[in-house]
């Protein structure tokens, strides 16, 4: 078991995840999505997941809103699981996510 690891090797189990499935954001990402099933589109459910995360109304969310508005949707991470996730939603790499980060992210793998 992994207890604390640097940025470097973060990314390395992230980029094999064939090797470190625990690394995978791929299942993560499929339990956030599967509160999905009760609205219309992805776009629909992203709004709200937004909505539910964005906690200071500011129209992103940081690794702090994220970690808390994943407990509150009974999807529970290591602090590397959420390192893991947020590098993969933020896209542009800026320390937050946008509302379309958000959307490309959950859109691209459904």
Do not use: W
Request: negative net charge.
């Amino acid at each position: 078991m992994l207890a604390k690891a640097d940025e470097y090797t973060e990314k390395y189990m992230e980029d094999n995840s064939q090797v470190f499935p625990e690394a995978s954001s791929d299942v993560l990402i499929e339990k956030i999505k599967k509160g999905s099933k009760g609205y219309p589109s992805m776009q629909d459910y992203a709004i709200h997941l937004m909505k539910v995360l964005d906690k200071n109304n500011d129209g992103f969310v940081d690794v702090v809103e994220f970690s808390n508005g994943l407990k509150s949707l009974n999807v529970f991470c290591s602090k590397h699981e959420e390192h893991a996730l947020m590098r993969r939603f933020d896209l542009n790499g800026d320390g937050k996510i946008s509302m379309e980060e958000f959307y490309n992210v959950l859109a691209a793998s459904f």
